[in-house]
């Protein structure tokens, strides 16, 4: 057997096991006084996520971002975040200069500093960043937690990265790709009201995302097609599908999803899409008319 025929989630949980790591989480915690402390790291490189075209300004963003965007599902505060590089020996000098723009660009819109880090010869350019973040640890949003019952939403529109990537030729699809905004003040937003029952970021697409949380809670959801927000020009498979849009999902009591909007407000949209169920399933409702969601989405390996 290769790693081909198990895929990135059962590799994490292999791994997870060997360790001793009782809980999968967008980032690792440790107790710090009354608060956690948030550590994620995340690695991108140019074979699996940058396509033909992508400049060192929008590695170097996208580089700061994704890690941003795991911090902003458990609610934190960015501390900071160091980035290792592996670049090859005759990539031109520019590189670094146009990385470290697009990365202390990012970095700056959050008011994140960058601490160091590493470099390192490789043959093909990759990057490893690790972010840190703090929260009050009664406000600290899980995986784990979803009951039956509650409300299943999402902040923004989905399917805007693949919608991009299926047409990466066409004018400003590469920023619509990679120059993401992690919804870190939203994620913080919604943290301080101490209402989600559980979060995570749309990384590797919502039916992924949604599978993910289904398997941990052992819980299930009901979503209704005709309520996602489709991004412009996307449609709704890039939406389910598609990786990278990097919104947040969140689960929460029916009766409190009004706040939750009103909080909101001035920052983006929360869209209801469906409920938590008891069965360990994945509905998808068109119509009148429930299917399984297929569960598929960006995993590598696969």
Same mark, same amino acid.
């Given at each position: 057997?290769?790693?081909?025929?198990?895929g990135?989630?059962?590799? @994490?949980n292999m791994?997870a096991k060997y360790f001793e790591?009782?809980?999968?989480?967008?980032?690792?915690?440790?107790p710090?006084?009354?608060s956690?402390?948030?550590?994620?790291?995340?690695m991108v490189?140019e074979?699996?996520?940058?396509?033909?075209g992508?400049?060192?300004?929008?590695?170097?963003?996208f580089?700061?971002?994704?890690?941003?965007?795991d911090i =902003?599902?458990?609610?934190?505060k960015?501390?900071g975040?160091t980035?290792?590089?592996?670049?090859?020996r005759?990539?031109d000098?520019?590189?670094?200069?146009?990385?470290a723009?697009?990365?202390?660009e990012?970095?700056s819109r959050?008011d994140?500093p960058?601490?160091?880090?590493?470099?390192k010869?490789?043959?093909?350019?990759? @990057?490893?960043?690790?972010?840190f973040g703090?929260?009050?640890q009664k406000?600290f949003?899980?995986?784990y /937690?979803?009951?039956e019952?509650d409300?299943?939403?999402v902040?923004?529109k989905?399917g805007?990265?693949?919608?991009?990537l299926?047409? @990466?030729k066409?004018r400003?699809a590469?920023d619509n790709?990679?120059l993401?905004m992690p919804?870190?003040?939203e994620?913080m937003?919604? =943290?301080?009201?101490?209402? =989600?029952t559980?979060?995570?970021?749309?990384?590797d697409g919502?039916?992924s995302?949604?599978?993910?949380?289904?398997i941990?809670n052992?819980? /299930?959801?009901?979503?209704?097609g005709?309520?996602?927000?489709?991004?412009?020009?996307?449609?709704k498979?890039?939406?389910l599908y598609? /990786?990278?849009?990097?919104?947040?999902?969140?689960?929460?009591?029916k009766?409190k999803?009004?706040?939750?909007?009103?909080k909101l407000k001035?920052?983006c949209?929360?869209?209801?899409i469906g409920e938590v169920?008891?069965?360990?399933k994945?509905?998808l409702?068109?119509d009148?008319?429930?299917?399984?969601?297929e569960n598929?989405?960006?995993e590598?390996f696969?």
């Open positions: 057997m290769q790693l081909k025929d198990l990135e989630r059962k590799i @994490i791994l790591i009782e809980y999968l989480d967008d980032c690792a915690t440790l710090f006084n009354d956690f402390l948030l550590i994620t790291t995340d490189n074979k699996t996520h940058f396509p033909e992508t400049k060192p300004y929008h590695i170097g963003w580089s700061v971002a994704v890690n941003l965007s =902003a599902a458990k609610g934190g960015p501390l975040i980035l290792s590089i592996g670049i090859p005759d990539m000098i520019n590189f670094i200069n146009e990385f723009h697009g990365a202390k990012c970095a959050f994140v960058i601490l160091g880090g590493d470099t010869e490789m043959d093909f350019v990759t @990057i490893c960043g690790t972010a703090i929260i009050k406000e949003i899980s995986r /937690g979803m009951r019952g409300v299943v939403c902040t923004g989905l805007k990265a693949g919608y991009a299926s047409n @990466i066409k400003n590469i790709l990679l993401v919804r870190v003040r994620g937003a919604i =943290a301080s009201l101490k209402i =989600a559980s979060s995570m970021d749309i990384s919502l039916a995302s949604l599978y993910q949380l289904s941990l052992k819980k /299930g959801f009901r979503i209704y005709k309520k996602i927000p489709i991004a412009r020009g996307a449609k498979e890039h939406a598609s /990786g990278g849009d990097y919104e947040l999902l969140f689960t929460m009591p009766g999803i009004k706040i939750a909007k009103q001035s920052m949209s929360l869209t209801e169920i008891g069965e360990r994945v509905l409702v068109e009148e008319r429930e299917e399984i969601m598929k989405g960006y590598h696969k």
